[in-house]
């Protein structure tokens, strides 16, 4: 998402609408680009989804809002699903083809090191990316020397800066899809510190403090 924006494609408040008028119901096409990141969307937060072959019809057109834009934290795969269509629509790109081109191959993660999952021809944006422990060690890497690899830099310093910390009012902890430390989750580790949790414990920690990951 961050690419997306430093290429003049996407914005943090860019709705839902934009993309697909639509939407529905209609107070999903108010929800932004930050409230999906920042899990704030409203939309309904169905557990189910995970067994969905019609995820994104579904999202777009089915989920109810349980809550206005904004109001609330959730975390909420359901919202997050909309960003895939959403970038889809903004870039022309998947976000694993786009992954791939900008970042991916850029910090040496080979194309036979990963599969993203797709349902009705999208990527899904929540989960579903199987790769190496090696592999989410370089993002790791990216990540704590802020989007630079070796010479190059890959992601927007000032997005990754953003990503980290708190994103909204309503729960601090969370960022833009990273967790961070700012209010003491991990008593014993420096607040400086934030992590990718992922499915089945599939977790990435970094501590800038302690140059570690």
């Not at 309904?44 to 206005?68: Q, T, W």
């Not at 430390?181 to 499915?199: F, H, I, Q």
Request: no cysteine.
């Amino acid at each position: 998402t961050g690419l997306a924006i430093a290429d003049g494609k996407l914005a943090l408040d860019h709705t839902v609408g934009k993309y697909f008028p639509d939407a529905g119901p209609k107070s999903k096409r108010a929800v932004t680009v930050k409230q999906l990141l920042s899990m704030t969307s409203g939309v309904h937060n169905d557990p189910g989804i995970v067994k969905r072959e019609d995820l994104f019809s579904y999202a777009l057109r089915s989920a109810a809002m349980d809550h206005e834009p904004g109001a609330r934290w959730e975390y909420n795969n359901t919202g997050l699903t909309l960003l895939s269509p959403v970038f889809h629509k903004a870039t022309g790109k998947q976000i694993d083809e786009f992954l791939d081109e900008r970042v991916f191959r850029p910090i040496g993660l080979r194309k036979d090191d990963w599969t993203w999952e797709r349902r009705e021809g999208l990527a899904v944006p929540y989960s579903g990316w199987h790769t190496t422990g090696r592999s989410l060690g370089r993002i790791g890497l990216l990540v704590l020397h802020q989007g630079k690899w070796r010479d190059k830099q890959v992601v927007p310093a000032a997005w990754l800066k953003k990503s980290v910390v708190p994103s909204q009012e309503l729960n601090k902890a969370y960022g833009y899809l990273w967790w961070n430390n700012s209010t003491g989750r991990w008593p014993t580790v420096p607040r400086d510190a934030y992590a990718a949790l992922g499915k089945w414990g599939n977790n990435i920690f970094v501590a800038p403090a302690l140059d570690l990951i």
